[in-house]
Structures are given as structure tokens and as C-alpha cells.
């Protein structure tokens, strides 16, 4: 357990007849890639809910470096260093791209409100340091040309860019991504895909990662599970995954010889 990030062991989730989570376990390595997929209704935004502390789990635990965190609320969970991304568009439409990214800092900013009424010289240098951080963001993202843009002039591709920005800011150990690529074109999949794989490469960050464009999971995932009816069906590498026949019965449906 000590080479694992985040791991949740037998985890239940009811909402009072209807059992969303069944008995799931999986564990994320450092520096991995691990898909969660399955149909609509399967159970995956509710496994990332369990794990984010969005959801209290029925049973089971999670535990995140060794520490078991099953009770600790999300907030909590951010301060540790688990960053979380949703299926909307979570930004501050009347905020520039600099000030939407610096937003996700808080949790390491120490600077009280009376600090920020009088902005005294340590609060100068926090302020300074944090936009340099930002600056790091930006660059990494490649969104040196729009730093000063009001997010609700930008298209929706580059909101959910400027989203994952923020949960970079909060120096994550690892990211949890729940949909990100919904409602975008190609391009905007291949960019995103680019960055995921650099947050893993250039970042060392693992990534737990809810996607229902297949290509894009089988392209850059080192793992993948998959989920139906709240239970696991199949999990281990893209190419046997993809190949095993409860996966493609539960997908495409009916009896798989």
C-alpha cells in the first residue's frame, strides 16, 4: 500500500433501494492514468463522489497516502492535495483567466482579511508568489494569449481548460476528472488528451479519469476499470479491456460468445 495514492477497499453506496455502489475496490499507483467507464447510470460519478467526499460511503473506506479519509469532508480532502474536476463548467464567468486559476489556491493562501485590506509587505510577497504560480499554469496550459480575458467571452473548450487550471492550483497529488472532454469537438479532446498525458509526464500526478469517448480512454489510460450496475465487470490494461467480452456485452449490449 505504500506505492499507492489513492485506494478505496470494498465500497458500497445506497440510496435507499437502489444501490449505486457494489463492492468496489481499486488502487492508483503514482504516475498512472486509471480510467473509470461503463454505460450511462452505471455508478462511476457516484465512485468519484465516494472518493472526493462528495458522498459518505455506505461501507467501506478510502484512504488517500495510507490515511484512511473516508470520514474527512471534501474541503479536507483539497487541503491534502485531491484536486477535483465535474462534468460542468465550474468558473467564474466574470473573472479573467488569471484571476479564475489564482482562485485555486486558496486553500495554501494564509493572508487574513484585514492582511488584504492593508496588503502589507508579506502579503505583497504572497500575492507575488501566487501570481507566479499562475504564470506557470497559464504557460503549462498554453494560455499565455488570453491571461486577461474575461472566462465568459471564451468558447466552452477553453472553460473547461481554464477549469483544470484552477485544480492544478491547488498543487494536487492527484486529479480526479469527471467527464472533462463532454461537449467538446476533436480538437478540443486532442488538447485536453495532450494535457492529461502532461500532468502525468511533466507533473508526476496521477489521474483518475471518468471519460465516455472510448478512443481517447484506450489512447492514454494505463488502467482502466469499468463499472456496470454499480459493480466492477473488468479492470486492467486498455487492450485486454477491451477485448473482454463482459465489456463489450455491456456496451453494445446482448450475449458476447
Not at 445506497?14 to 492508483?28: K, N
Not at 473516508?70 to 463548467?89: C, D, K, Y
Not at 488528451?193 to 472510448?214: C, G, K, Q, S, T
Amino acid at each position: 500500500m505504500s506505492n499507492t495514492v489513492l485506494s478505496a477497499k470494498n465500497l458500497h453506496l445506497t440510496f435507499g433501494a437502489i444501490t449505486a455502489v457494489d463492492d468496489i475496490s481499486l488502487q492508483v499507483k503514482p504516475g498512472k492514468i486509471c480510467a473509470v467507464i461503463g454505460p450511462n447510470g452505471a455508478g462511476k460519478s457516484s465512485l468519484l463522489n465516494c472518493l472526493s467526499g462528495f458522498y459518505k460511503p455506505s461501507s467501506g473506506s478510502v484512504a488517500f497516502e495510507g490515511e484512511d479519509i473516508t470520514g474527512l469532508p471534501p474541503f479536507r480532502r483539497a487541503e491534502m492535495g485531491m484536486a477535483r474536476t465535474f462534468q460542468g463548467n465550474q468558473t467564474y464567468q466574470s473573472m479573467t483567466v488569471r484571476e479564475n486559476i489564482l482562485s485555486g489556491f486558496h486553500s495554501q493562501m494564509r493572508s487574513g482579511l484585514l492582511g488584504g485590506l492593508l496588503y502589507w509587505g508579506r502579503v505583497q510577497q504572497e500575492n507575488a508568489h501566487f501570481i507566479n504560480l499562475a504564470e506557470e499554469i497559464i504557460e503549462f496550459l498554453e494560455l499565455e494569449q488570453l491571461r486577461n480575458t474575461i472566462v465568459g467571452e471564451l468558447g466552452y473548450g477553453l472553460r473547461k481548460r481554464i477549469d483544470l487550471g484552477r485544480a492544478l492550483g491547488l498543487n494536487p497529488k492527484i486529479l480526479i476528472m469527471d467527464e472533462p472532454m463532454a461537449g467538446m469537438n476533436t480538437e478540443e479532446k486532442g488538447d485536453l488528451a495532450r494535457f492529461i498525458l502532461d500532468i502525468r509526464d511533466a507533473r508526476n500526478i496521477p489521474v483518475i479519469l471518468v471519460e465516455h469517448d472510448m478512443e481517447v480512454v484506450m489512447d492514454i489510460s494505463d488502467e482502466v476499470t469499468v463499472i456496470d450496475w454499480g459493480k466492477v465487470i473488468s479492470s486492467g490494461p486498455p487492450d485486454a479491456v477491451r477485448n473482454d467480452p463482459k465489456v463489450i456485452s455491456a456496451y453494445l449490449g446482448g450475449d458476447v460468445a
